[in-house]
């Protein structure tokens, strides 16, 4: 493994960082309204964006897009996070049943890309992510407010209005999902910022799920392994 070595994933609403150190994995998050941490050589960082970000700073050598990977039927419109969590799932994914890989990505969107066991994609789905939709009906509903703690309850049916919240938005995720996935036929991925948050409460339910947070950073670092991505 390249020592040393950063990258940066440009999100909708955070940099999303990894480096290898010791033969680990590192990752961490900041705002994009943060500057970049100090002592990063922007000159050969790798990174990526899944927006138009103004990244005048950064060498364009050194950026993946969706056109560079090798994907079986991967649209050139798919974000480059969406792209590279595919790239990342065929390479890193057990699946000695050769099962669909279903990959469900828990950021500002959720994302549920489905591709077969050799690689190519089928299609997906797009539903906006936890946080957006508690700020959408925040916003667009009046006397609604943000819940000042993010716990999902137990229960279905609440008094609290906050917490009916809270419910109502994780149970719209789990059913999209609960629609999508066939423990029979498919793997279930999950991955992205509440990737965590989500999968906690349904690793002991589903059959099959597997939690990889930084599954789209991974995909980062082994395609620049694999490709001519900045050897010094």
Known sequence: MSENKKYLL????????????????HFTHTELSQS????INLDHLIW????NYSATDLSNENEIKTELLNIRNLPNHFGVDRALACFSALKLIQNPT???????????TLSITKMDAK?????????????????SMVQNTKNLKFPEKIEIPESNFLF????????GVYNSLIGVISASFNS??????????????IGNKLKYKI???????????????????ENSFNKS
């Open 119 to 135: 690689g190519k994609i089928i299609g997906g789905q797009l539903i906006p992510g936890f946080i957006t939709q508690l700020k």
């Open 98 to 108: 050769k099962k669909n890989l279903i990959i469900a990505d828990f950021g500002t």
């Open 36 to 39: 970049f941490p100090n002592g």
């Open 160 to 167: 609290s209005t906050q917490e009916a919240m809270l419910k």
């Open 207 to 225: 059959k099959n799920l597997i939690i990889e947070p930084d599954l789209v950073m991974k995909g980062m670092i082994l395609f620049t392994q």
């Open 48 to 51: 990526a964006s899944v927006g």
């Open 184 to 197: 029979k036929l498919d793997l279930l991925i999950f991955c992205g910022g509440d990737a965590d948050f």
């Open 10 to 25: 440009i999100g909708n609403t955070r940099f999303h960082w990894a480096e290898i150190k010791e033969n680990k994995f």
